[in-house]
Every structure is written in C-alpha cells, then in structure tokens.
Antibody, heavy 119, light 112 residues
Framework: EVQLVQSGAEVKKPGESLKISCKGS????????IGWVRQMPGKGLEWMGI????????RYSPSFQGQVTISADKSITTAYLQWSSLKASDTAMYYC????????????WGQGTLVTVSS | QSVLTQPPSVSGAPGQRVIISCTGT?????????VHWYQQRPGTAPKPLIY???NRPSGVPDRFSGSKSGTSASLAITGLQAEDEADYYC????????????FGTGTKVTVL
C-alpha cells in the first residue's frame, strides 16, 4: 500500500528555522517525483515545488523560489521542506503528494503538516 | 498565484447535476496541459477525483466526470449527494511559470 506519512504539527516563532518531512513507503521511492503544496488557513491549494528523489532534481514555483528548500534522502525514502527563517505568513498546512509522471496528477497525498508561526 | 479560475461556489439539491468550470489561458490548459481534479473535505487532505481530463481513479463513483476544451475544463457531478459537499480544485501546469504546477482557485459545493 502506497503511503506518505508526514511529520507532526509544529509551533515556531518568527525567525526560527524548520524542516518538515514526508516518508514514502509501499512503492519505489526513487521512481516518482514528490511535490509540496501549501494551504493557508481558509484558502486554496498552492503548488510550491517538486523533487525527484533519484537525483534530487528540484523545481520550484516562482512564488516559492528562494523562500523554501526542498530536499530528499533516498536512503530513508523521505522528502523534506525547510525554512531558514520563518515568517508569520508561513502559517499554513503543508501537504506532500506523489506525482505520477505518466498522467501528471498527484495520486497519493500525505496527511498534512500544520505549521504555526507566532510570537 | 492561481492562474486557473473557478467559481467560488456552486450548489444544488440532492439528485441534481452541478458543473464546476476551470478557466485557464494559452499558457496552461490552452497549451495542451492536462487537467486533474481533487476533492477536499474539511480537515482532510485532497483526494484525487479525475486525472488526465476525464479519467476516474479506481473507487471514484461514475457520478463524477471531467472534460476539457480549449482553454477550459469542467467537472460535472450528477445525482448530487450529501457526501459530495466539499471543496473542489482543478490542477494543471503553466509554461509561463517554467512548467510549474498550478491549482485552480477552488469551488465550494453545497448540497441544499
């Protein structure tokens, strides 16, 4: 069974750093891109970027380029999303999702990680 | 950031048919990129509903159907049921954003 299990909720202060994770199982982790999606409170879905774990090829949405870093460790089948200096506006739910190269859709999603940034 | 426009809300009585539009441009849907649809119930992760314009994943009822034409796509729900009350998002890609993925603005479906 394909599963993407994300790390737990985080509460951070502005200026702090953070790295959240997404562990894939039940499939060949290195054969599928993993994407990250932001959902701010009460708002819609926003595509942030995507990584190919086999070679760590990474693409970012222009809106998120330079704001976050996406990485992966194929040895432990885990993808990451990290911030070096959080802002209050980073408060959101973050989802990882497996990209199906053949269709271009996201067929499996993690349960989401809620990040709250508040002083 | 959303370059795909959806109506904020649609509603219908049980058993009725509702249609959600997803309007793009020549750099996304009109450029030939496929459209995918997701359903999101409150407090849960998005669930795949339609992929490659009109295909249903296993387990999705045939009450849901998708289509694409020109710079737009549509999701139709026939025989509306109470459990269909949720948010719906279209998704595609955009060449003007370097091939980045893009989501629609989202549509809230209310079952009256």
């Amino acid at each position: 069974e394909v599963q993407l299990v994300q790390s737990g909720a985080e509460v951070k202060k502005p200026g702090e750093s953070l790295k959240i994770s997404c562990k894939g199982s039940g499939y060949s982790f290195t054969n599928y891109w993993i994407g990250w999606v932001r959902q701010m409170p009460g708002k819609g879905l926003e595509w942030m970027g995507i990584i190919y774990p086999r070679d760590s090829d990474t693409r970012y949405s222009p809106s998120f380029q330079g704001q976050v870093t996406i990485s992966a460790d194929k040895s432990i089948t885990t993808a990451y999303l990290q911030w070096s200096s959080l802002k209050a506006s980073d408060t959101a739910m973050y989802y990882c999702a497996r990209h199906d190269g053949g269709s271009g859709s996201y067929s499996y999603w993690g349960q989401g990680t809620l990040v709250t940034v508040s002083s | 950031q959303s370059v795909l426009t959806q109506p904020p809300s649609v509603s219908g009585a049980p058993g009725q048919r509702v249609i959600i539009s997803c309007t793009g441009t020549s750099s996304n849907i009109g450029a030939g990129y496929d459209v995918h649809w997701y359903q999101q119930r409150p407090g849960t992760a998005p669930k795949p509903l339609i992929y490659v314009n009109s295909n249903r994943p296993s387990g999705v009822p045939d009450r849901f159907s998708g289509s694409k034409s020109g710079t737009s796509a549509s999701l139709a729900i026939t025989g509306l049921q109470a459990e269909d009350e949720a948010d719906y998002y279209c998704q595609s890609y955009d060449s003007s954003l370097g091939g980045s993925g893009v989501f629609g603005t989202g549509t809230k479906v209310t079952v009256l």
